[in-house]
C-alpha cells in the first residue's frame, strides 16, 4: 500500500514511525515530513495547506490512504478534496473540522447536545465584549474563535487585562482568527487529552494523556504548543472515561452527524476534569494531539496504525483489533524548544543530535522544527525543534529516559522542562 501523512512536525514523524513499525512493507510518503520522516519515507516537498499541489502528488504517486496531521489542512478542505477524487483519507471534512476552527461552532454544538464546558458568549463586535467582561466575575479566559496555532486562548487574571486582550485580537493581533472571540469563565481542576477514534458513528477512546501547555517549570509562563506529554494518566479511571464517553463524545457526535456534518477520523477533546469529577470541555481538536501524539502512539501495542487505515477506507470495525488500544509500556515525551519560543524562535543553530548507540533503545527522538543544511548539517527552523520520547514499566522510569536523552542533545538556546509528569509521579510517590 502507499500511504501519505500530511504535514512535517513531531506528530507527524510520530504517525510515520507507528505506520513504518506496523507495515513494514508498505511505501510511505510525507508531505512535507523533516529529516526525521525522511529516514522512514520520502519526503514530498509540498507545503500542508497546498491543497491543489497534494491532492496532485496522491494521483500521481497513486496513494491508497492520506492521513492528515495538522488542523490547517483539514480547515483548507483537503479531506473533501480527496474524497471526491475517490481517495481514502483519514481526517474530517472541513465542516466536521469546525469543531477545532470554530470555537464559536463548537460551544454551540456543546450548548445543543447539552456538553459540560465553561459558560461562554461569541462576540464578533468590542463593545458588547467589553460589557460582558465588565459584568462577569475574574479570572476570565478570552479566545480567538479562529485557528491560531496555540496562541489564541489567554487567561487574564483581571477584567482590564480582559478588556486589553479583547481589543487586541478583535484589532487584529492573531489576524482574522481573533476577529471573533470567545470570552468564558476560568475552570479550575486538572486538565487531560482525550482522544477518540470515530467512523462518525462508533468511537473508540483512546488511553488518555496529559500535555504541559506551559512554557515554564511547574506549569508557569506563558501558553505554548504543548512542551511535553505522557501516558498512561493515574486520573483518566474507567469510570471517568465512561462519563467522558456519554457526556462528551457520544452527545457531539449525534449533533453533529444530525446537521448532517458527521465527523470521521481522531477527535481530540480539551478537557478540565472538575473538583466534582467532571469532564468539562475547553476545547476540541480535529486531530491528533502534538506533542500527545509523541507519547500515546509508542506507548500502544503494535497495530494501531491499522485503525486509521480502516477508517479511512470506511470498513473500520471498532470491536476487532482494539487490543492494539492497550497501553504497553509508559511513555513521556520533553519537547525541546528553540530559545525565544513561543514568540520569536530562533531559527538557523546548528544541533547535536547524538545516535541510538548514544542515546539508547529506551527513546525514540522525533523531529519537528529542524532541517539538514547544504552540508548535511541538522539545524534548526522553527519553535517546537524536537521532541524525546522515553519508554519505561512507570511513568517515572519512562520520565527520567526522556530527561536523559533531553540532556545529551545540544544546541545553542535549547528550552526544555525537566517536570514532564510531574503530576503523575508526585500522585505515585503518595500512592
Ligand atoms: P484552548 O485553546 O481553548 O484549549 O486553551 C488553551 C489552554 O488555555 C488550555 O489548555 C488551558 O490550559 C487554558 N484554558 C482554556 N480555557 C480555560 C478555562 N475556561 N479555564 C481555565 N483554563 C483554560
Ligand atoms: N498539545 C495540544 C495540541 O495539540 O493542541
Redesign the pocket.
Known amino acids: 500500500m502507499n500511504v501519505l501523512v500530511v504535514g512535517g512536525g513531531g506528530r507527524e514523524h510520530a504517525l510515520v514511525w507507528a505506520l513504518r513499525r506496523d507495515a513494514p512493507s508498505d511505501t510511505i510518503f510525507a508531505a512535507p515530513g523533516n529529516p526525521g520522516t525522511a529516514a522512514l519515507a520520502t519526503n514530498l516537498p509540498i507545503p500542508p495547506t497546498a491543497v491543489d499541489q497534494i491532492v496532485g502528488a496522491v494521483l500521481r504517486h497513486d496513494i491508497d490512504v492520506t492521513i492528515v496531521g495538522p488542523e490547517a489542512p483539514l480547515a483548507a478542505g483537503l479531506t473533501d478534496r480527496l474524497r471526491e477524487q475517490e481517495r481514502a483519507v483519514f481526517g474530517p471534512s472541513a465542516a466536521a473540522a469546525q469543531l477545532e476552527s470554530s470555537k464559536a461552532y463548537a460551544k454551540e454544538v456543546m450548548r445543543r447536545a447539552g456538553v459540560p464546558t ?1 459558560a461562554s458568549a461569541t462576540f464578533a463586535d468590542l463593545t458588547p465584549a467589553l460589557a460582558y467582561i465588565h459584568d462577569h466575575a475574574e479570572p476570565l ?1 478570552v ?1 480567538a474563535s479562529g485557528l491560531a496555532a496555540g496562541k ?2 489567554v ?1 487574564c487574571a483581571t477584567r482590564a487585562d480582559a478588556a486589553q486582550i479583547a481589543r487586541a485580537m478583535m484589532g487584529g493581533s492573531l489576524g482574522d482568527a481573533g476577529r471573533e472571540i470567545v470570552i ?4 479550575q481542576g486538572e ?1 487531560l487529552s482525550v482522544l477518540a477514534l470515530t467512523d462518525g458513528e462508533r468511537l473508540l477512546i483512546l488511553p488518555p494523556a496529559q500535555d504541559h ?1 506551559r512554557l515554564g517549570e511547574r506549569d508557569t509562563g506563558p ?1 505554548t504548543g504543548g512542551m511535553g506529554a505522557y501516558c498512561p494518566v493515574g486520573i483518566a479511571t474507567d469510570e471517568l472515561l465512561a462519563r467522558v464517553r456519554t457526556e462528551v463524545f457520544e452527545p457531539v457526535l449525534r449533533e453533529v452527524a444530525a446537521q448532517g456534518t458527521p465527523y470521521e477520523g481522531v477527535l481530540y477533546a ?1 478537557l ?1 476534569i472538575l473538583p466534582d469529577g467532571t469532564p468539562s470541555v ?2 476540541f481538536n480535529a486531530r491528533f494531539g502534538d506533542p500527545e501524539a509523541q507519547a500515546l502512539l509508542p506507548a500502544l501495542l503494535p497495530g494501531f496504525s491499522e485503525h486509521l487505515v480502516a477508517i479511512a477506507q470506511r470498513r473500520w470495525d471498532p470491536v476487532t483489533s482494539q487490543q492494539a488500544l492497550t497501553v504497553e509500556r509508559a511513555a513521556v515525551t520533553t519537547v525541546l524548544a528553540a530559545r525565544g519560543y513561543p514568540e520569536s524562535p530562533e531559527k538557523g543553530v546548528a544541533i547535536r543530535l547524538p545516535g541510538t548507540a548514544e542515546l539508547g533503545d529506551d527513546v525514540l527522538v522525533f523531529h519537528a522544527g529542524t532541517y539538514r543544511d547544504n552540508e548535511g548539517r541538522l539545524r534548526t527552523s522553527g519553535g517546537r525543534v524536537l521532541s524525546v520520547t522515553g519508554l519505561g514499566q512507570t511513568v517515572a522510569v519512562a520520565a527520567e529516559a526522556s530527561r536523559r536523552c533531553a540532556e545529551k542533545i545540544a544546541f545553542e538556546g535549547k528550552t526544555w522542562r525537566r517536570d514532564i509528569a510531574w503530576r503523575e509521579i508526585q500522585r505515585a510517590g503518595a500512592a
Open positions: 465553561a479566559v479566545k489564541g486562548a487567561v468564558e469563565q476560568f475552570l486538565e501547555k501558553n480539551g478540565m475547553l476545547e
